[in-house]
Every structure is written in C-alpha cells, then in structure tokens.
C-alpha cells in the first residue's frame, strides 16, 4: 500500500516501463481490462477500489491525492496512461515539465473509454503511438493533434528514427518542422541510409523534393526553405549552407572490420578508430557496427568499446571470413586464426558492400577496414 503525504515522493515499484493510473470505479475497470492487455506496465488505483486480488497481479494500491504519486511515476516510467479528466491531468503535470527530450509520454483516457489522448511528448516520447496502441486495445477513438501526424507527412524530430537515424542537433528542429507542416519547399537530401522512411500509403507532398546531393539542392532556384539531410559524411564548410535551416541526420551506416593484438586497450582502439574515420571525412555517429573473428569475442578492449557507443559486436568463424574474397590476404594471419585477414572480409560480410572505403590500415596494435551499408 502505497500512503501518499505532502513534500514526499511516494515509494513505488517500479517492474515495466509504463504506469497505468486510475481513482474513479469506472476508471479502475477500464485500467484493469487495458492491463490485461498492454504488456510492460505497472497499474496502480486507490486502495477503496481494492478488489482482493491486487497482490497477486502485482497492483500497487494507494490512499491520498494522486497528485502526490505523479511526481514519482513522472520520473520513473518512460509513459503514463493516466484515466483521469484531461483538465486535471494538465493542472497537475504541469509544475514537473522540463523538456520534450526527456519528458515521459502522457496518455489520457476518458472515464468511459471512448477516446485515448495524447498529451504529451507526442513524438520523441512516443506519446502518439502509445495512443494509437492504447485505443486499438480498448476500441477507443485515438486522439492525436500533432501537425505532421494530421497531416500525414513528415514528422522532422522522427524522421528515421526506427532506422535508428540521430540528428546532429535539434537547434533547427521546430522551425524545420514549421517550413514542413506550413508546407513551404523542404530538400530531402539523402546521402546514405535507408530509403524506405515515407511511410503513408500516398505520394510525398509536392512541397517536398528529394535529392541525392547537397550540391545538387542548392543549385536550386529559389533555394528551399528547410532541408533534411541524410548522411553519413561531414558536411564542408559550403555545404553546411544548406543548414541554415535544416537538420543532419546520421544514419547507421558505417561497418569497422577490426583486428587487434590480444589486450590491445580500449583506449588505442577509439584512438585508430576516430582517426580513421576524420580521415575518411565520417562521423561517428553513423557508425553501426564492429565486426571480427570469432577469436576475438571476448577482446576487452573491443568489448568496451561498443558498450561505450552502444555499437552492434559480431564476429564470424574463419570459413566464414575465408569465403569473402579479398584485396590483401595474408598468409601470416592464416597461421594465426585459420582466417587469411579479419578486417577486410569482415566489414564486406556484415554491411553488403561490394567494396570498402578503406580496404586496410594497421596502427599500433589495431587493424581497421571501414565499409558503408548499401541502401
């Protein structure tokens, strides 16, 4: 039994990543048949609906003001489905906004569970989709006001994010979005990434054009007014006009074939890796993967550097790596790891690529190839 008081944050359990929150009779059944339902979520109502069986299904009960439990349930779940009037929900989440970055999702739902509104964090939080999942759920009637999702266009702070697409910075994200949804003449520049990111089952807006180059967007007469660019490269000092009013993109892109000597530090490995890639002219963040022999899967330093980045770790057998054809095998590596190189075949296996950007470089105790994914 949860006891809320005032100038206490109340002790919740926290065991999924969204709360489901009632304190009416009818609120509590409508939060017990979407619980049921709706996977990862922790429920709590107040203790005079108790039904008997909340210990068993893991429901927290409380007494007090609800008010006095969001501050704690704000800053623990990634989303709160909240069956309470929309009023008092904005009156009391109001004084724990700090910024749509790191808000939590907030759902409401009527007392009758005609209609599932979303409140906030309606993109980066994820608030529309929980709508939309919610109200399947219930057969409810999903309440989404967010422009580009009326609009059925491009969501900017979104765009290619289950790509796994990061933005550069969000400093030109509202007023990109703004030109987009006020449908002024927005460039999609697409360098590199996936190309599946439109996701309505109607043409692209005519206000939108796509590009396969900065140079080419620019050269247009007049030039747009917002731009989207989608790449893996740095940007020169003359293409980074284009983002006066635009967003960068990364996307997941670059594979780094690896190879080191047994104990070679994390610390050398990020060193040769951030050097090659300035040298290729590639950021950073559109790095997806490191790929190796099988050898290595347990190489600290490797180990440490993908937890670090939150890369992907593969590593193949020497059949595997031999079947790839290479530039430069070695017969010395063979000796060693049953492998004729590790790097090279490794990065051509893992991203598609039919070649690599950088075939080979040894620094230190590293070995490196760089390849792009193909889309």
Not at 296 to 303: A, M, N, P, W
Not at 328 to 348: M, N
Not at 350 to 371: D, H
Request: aromatic share 8%.
């Amino acid at each position: 039994m949860i006891t809320l008081q005032e100038g206490q944050l109340s002790d919740v359990q926290q065991r999924g990543d969204y709360a489901i929150v009632a304190i009416t009779k009818h609120g509590v059944q409508v939060a017990r048949e979407l619980e049921r339902s709706f996977q990862n979520a922790d429920l709590y109502y107040m203790s005079k609906f108790e039904q008997g069986d909340e210990q068993e299904k893991g429901i927290q009960l409380f007494t007090g003001s609800v008010r006095l439990l969001l501050p704690s349930l704000f800053k623990s779940y990634k989303g709160l489905i909240i069956i309470i009037s929309l009023g008092a929900v904005v009156r009391m989440i109001a004084p724990l906004l700090q910024d749509k970055k790191t808000d939590p999702a907030v759902v409401v739902i009527d007392d009758k569970a005609e209609h599932v509104i979303s409140v906030l964090s309606g993109h980066i939080g994820g608030a529309n989709e929980l709508t939309k999942e919610v109200a399947a759920i219930l057969g409810a009637r999903p309440v989404v006001t967010t422009a580009s999702d009326v609009q059925q266009t491009i969501a900017v702070d979104l765009f290619g994010k289950r790509f796994g697409w990061t933005w550069e910075s969000a400093e030109k994200l509202t007023p990109v979005s703004a030109a987009v949804v006020n449908e002024e003449a927005v460039a999609v520049v697409q360098e590199s990434g996936e190309k599946s990111w439109w996701q309505y089952d109607r043409s692209l807006p005519t206000h939108i054009r796509t590009y396969s180059s900065i140079d080419e967007a620019l050269a247009q007469a007049p030039a747009p007014a917002a731009a989207l660019v989608v790449t893996h490269r740095n940007l020169s000092n003359e293409e980074s006009q284009i983002l006066h009013n635009g967003v960068l993109y990364r996307p997941k892109v670059i594979v780094l074939g690896m190879g080191c000597n047994r104990g070679t530090s994390s610390e050398e490995i990020e060193e040769v890796i951030q050097t090659t890639l300035d040298e290729l002219n590639f950021s950073m963040k559109s790095v997806k993967a490191i790929c190796t022999i099988d050898l290595k899967k347990d190489e600290q330093g490797l180990l440490a550097v993908v937890k670090k980045y939150g890369w992907e770790f593969i590593y193949y057998s020497p059949e595997q790596l031999n079947a790839v054809p290479m530039q430069q095998p070695s017969q010395t590596v063979f000796q060693y790891t049953g492998a004729y190189g590790v790097s090279e075949p490794a990065a051509l296996l893992y991203s598609g690529a039919e070649k690599l950007e950088l075939v080979k470089k040894k620094s230190g105790n590293v070995t490196i190839s760089v390849a792009v994914v193909p889309h």
